[in-house]
C-alpha cells in the first residue's frame, strides 16, 4: 500500500535552527549580532576554538565588545576602535599561514548567512584586506604575496586601514 511521504515536504519548509535575519545594510545593531554570531561560531572550530579559548577564556565579553568597536570603525568609520591589531596578533606564536583562510572561511559563512549579498560583499572584501595584512605582517617576507585563499571576487569597498 502506497503511503503519502511528507517528510521531504516538512523538511523543506522547516525553519533552520535559528531565525536568521537578513541585514540589509549595516550598523551597529547588525554589526553586535555579526560579532556574536561569528565568535560562537569560531568557538565551535576545532583549531581556532582552542586558539581564542587559551587567550580569551575568562575574557569573552572584553574581547567582544572590543570587536565592535573596531568592525563599527572598518564598517562605519566612527573611529571608535583605538586598539592595535598587529602585535596582538603577532604575539600569538601558535598561529600558522593557514590560519587566517580558516578564520575567513568562517567570517565568511557568517557574514553570508546574516546579510544580503550586496552588504555581505562589502564586509567580506574589508576583512580579506584585513587579513591579507596580518598575514604579511606575521609571515611575509620581502616579495611576498597572501595566499590566494585569503582573496576572493568580494572587494566592493577600497581604502581606509584600522591597522597599526
Ligand atoms: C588567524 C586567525 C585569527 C586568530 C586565531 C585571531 C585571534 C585573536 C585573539 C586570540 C585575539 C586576542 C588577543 C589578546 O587580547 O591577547 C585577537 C584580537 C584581535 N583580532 Fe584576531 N585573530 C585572527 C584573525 C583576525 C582577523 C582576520 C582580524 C580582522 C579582520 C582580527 C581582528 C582582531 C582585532 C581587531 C583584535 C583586537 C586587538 C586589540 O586591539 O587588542 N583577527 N585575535
Known sequence: MAQANTSLTKGQTQEPDRKRTQFSAVDEAAIAVLVEEFYRTVRRDPRLGEIFERRLAGKWDEHQGKMQLFWQSVLLKNGVYKGKPV??????????????????DVFRAVVSGLFEEQPAAEIIGRAERIAQSLW?????????????????????WGGGSCLR
Not at 602585535?87 to 575567513?104: I, R, T
Not at 606575521?138 to 572587494?155: I, Y
Request: avoid cysteine; proline fraction near 8%; aromatic fraction near 8%.
Open 136 to 156: 604579511l605582517a606575521s609571515f611575509g617576507v620581502a616579495g611576498s604575496q597572501p595566499p590566494a585563499a585569503l582573496t576572493s571576487d568580494a572587494h566592493a
Open 87 to 104: 602585535p596582538a596578533h603577532l604575539k600569538q606564536k601558535e598561529l600558522v599561514g593557514d590560519d587566517y583562510a580558516l578564520w575567513l
